[in-house]
């Protein structure tokens, strides 16, 4: 299993601010994946953080909204830029720890709220 | 519309009542998975459902998997405050070597003591 630590667990951010999330792994994992869960709707992928290179993103997530850094294996940060009230939402790092769904583990999440 | 669709999105059951979560798919279900998410914790991995009919138990939580219906139940028998969380469906719709997961809409369970 991993252990995933998130920062913050939780804030309030004022509107076109920005607030950069962190995920930090306890071993090193190929897949790092960044989701969100606005209130009401169900959690929906935001992109896959790559190791060295680019994240891929998707269908509706766009990279100047939603910045994303993997810098080694075991690290990874969502930046939530030019923040809105319709990004109020709880943001949950994820990895993958082998194959099959059992395997994938999720973060505490990121409660954030903007006001 | 969403791929998934849990019903009902809210229950209140008082302690020691039985109760069921429905799951249904918009298309083909290969498999299914039961997470548990409590305020501030990190998602549970309850459960995998991967062939048709098939049925798993963990404690007092059972899910069936029915292929045809495209459809999932998780039921709780003898409901406890422990069980209060909100319980999200999941199905895999991933390719490339990795799985991709899409959720339901979630179900927002509270026991009543």
């Known amino acids: 299993s991993a252990v995933i630590s998130q920062k913050p667990s939780r804030d309030i951010c004022q509107r076109g601010t920005s607030l950069t999330i962190q995920c930090q792994v306890d071993s090193q994992v190929t897949m790092m994946f960044w989701y969100r869960q606005q209130p009401g709707q169900s959690l929906t992928l935001i992109a896959t953080?790559?190791?060295?290179?680019?994240?891929?993103?998707e269908s509706g997530f766009v990279i100047d909204k939603f910045p994303i850094s993997r810098p080694n294996l075991t690290f990874s940060t969502l930046t939530v830029s030019n923040m809105s009230p319709e990004d109020s939402s709880i943001y949950l790092c994820?990895?993958?720890?082998?194959?099959?769904?059992?395997?994938?583990?999720f973060g505490e999440g990121s409660w954030l709220t903007v006001v | 519309s969403q791929e998934l669709e849990q019903s009902p999105q809210s229950l209140i059951v008082q302690e020691g009542k039985n109760l069921t979560i429905n799951c249904t798919s918009s298309?083909?279900?290969?498999?299914l998975y039961w997470y548990k998410q409590k305020y501030g914790e990190g998602l549970i991995f309850l459960m995998m459902?991967?062939?048709?009919?098939e049925e798993k138990s963990h404690e007092k939580i059972t899910a069936k998997l029915d292929e045809k219906k495209q459809q999932s139940s998780l039921h709780i028998t003898a409901s406890q405050p422990s069980h209060a969380g909100i319980y999200l469906c999941?199905?895999?719709?991933?390719?490339?070597?990795?799985?991709?997961?899409?959720f339901g809409t979630g179900t927002k369970l509270q026991v009543i003591p």
């Open positions: 994820s990895v993958q720890g082998g194959t099959g769904l059992d395997t994938i583990y």
């Open positions: 459902l991967q062939k048709g009919g």
């Open positions: 298309k083909t279900l290969y498999g």
């Open positions: 953080a790559n190791q060295g290179s680019e994240a891929t993103y």
């Open positions: 999941g199905a895999d719709r991933g390719s490339g070597g990795y799985q991709k997961v899409t």
